[in-house]
């Protein structure tokens, strides 16, 4: 996707060279950052430089390309394997992409290992980019019929919650790639982008892009979803998942679920738009069992923004004494999602619907 006149991939390499975009820098500043090890790739993911499951697990599957290259023992693959699976808990494409890298290149050579995982990642990244685009094509479908019974010209106005773009994946995004295609395919299409505290993914990252591609959008604050529901301004909720369960449980995050229990409340259609890698088999009730990553409570706590003199600066919002908790996600119920759609098609959150588009891998759990 485009920002300014220069195509993007969100992770890219260029030489020896890993490549990405510093998020948290967005949208104010567009800050390019190699990482050259292990290390940097860790952290890039731990600090949210790069976040969003998929492009997660696109990094991932580079950072362990690079402590090959620089050990390709057994031990180094183990360490890498370790160190970035603790870089953050809930993703599941994150334990994907290392499992599939580890599998692939644990029973070669030594040396033929660093060229194998490095091939790998590109291909994880190059399949990204495919299945997202696949995910566009199919939940275009959604976008057309809702569109077919609008008068000419009148948007098919969709909800999305936090950042499920071409920045959380490699390219097109999950919840997004249907909104870019119906756009550039002449469908009216704006979106209602929640802001999505506390770090803000909706305001700083999907905005951004939105805007870039030049599609209709409106930002909202997190809790403006069910009014808008109410008076029928929303047609359609499309967010993306970082993990959803064999039976169609969607953990993504935090609101989601408020949004889906919102659209319920007022008939509104709610998908969750994912690659099968997103899938994780061996789990099936999504509130038990699903790790909800807790992190550091200065993120609602205080607010980062540009002032109006174009400086970045964090400020606080609540007094220095108030305890804070900070969940990062929340599991939507299979019950309360309309449908999932997928690089396969479109399917009933359930385990019989992703059976039924994914026997292969439903059958391993
Ligand atoms: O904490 P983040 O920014 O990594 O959370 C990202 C999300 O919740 C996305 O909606 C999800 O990963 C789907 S990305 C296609």
Known sequence: ???????????????????????????HAL????LPGLDEAARAIADMWVRGAPLIGATAA????????????DASLANAYETLHATRPTAINLRWALDRVRHAVGKLPRQARAEAAWRLAAEICDED??????????????IETIARAKKPGEPVNVLTHCNAGWLA???????????????????????YVDETRPRNQGAGL????????????TLVVDNAGGHLMQHGLVDLCIVGTDRTTAEGDVCNKIGTYLKALAAADNGVPFYAALP??????????GVAEIPIEQRGGEEVSHVLGMNDHGVVERVRISPETTPVANYAFDVTPARLVTGLITERGVCDASAIGLAGLFPELARRR
């Not at 800050?31 to 190699?34: D, P």
């Not at 994946?169 to 395919?185: E, F, K, M, S």
């Not at 099968?276 to 009730?285: G, L």
């Open 276 to 285: 099968a890698s997103t899938v994780d088999w061996t789990v099936r009730d």
């Open 169 to 191: 994946t490699v390219d097109w995004g999950t919840a997004t790639a249907p909104i870019y295609l119906a756009h550039d395919r002449g469908i009216a299409v704006h979106v």
């Open 62 to 73: 580079y950072g362990m390309a690079l402590a090959l290259r620089r050990d390709a023992s």
């Open 31 to 34: 800050e390019i950052v190699s």
């Open 129 to 142: 980019v495919a299945t997202n685009r696949q995910i566009g094509e199919n939940g275009l479908a959604l």
């Open 206 to 217: 999907t905005a951004f892009e939105l805007g870039n591609h030049g599609v209709p959008h």
């Open 1 to 27: 996707m485009k920002i300014g006149e220069r195509d993007f991939r969100s992770i890219w390499t260029e030489g020896d060279d890993v490549r990405v975009i510093d998020q948290t820098k967005l949208p």
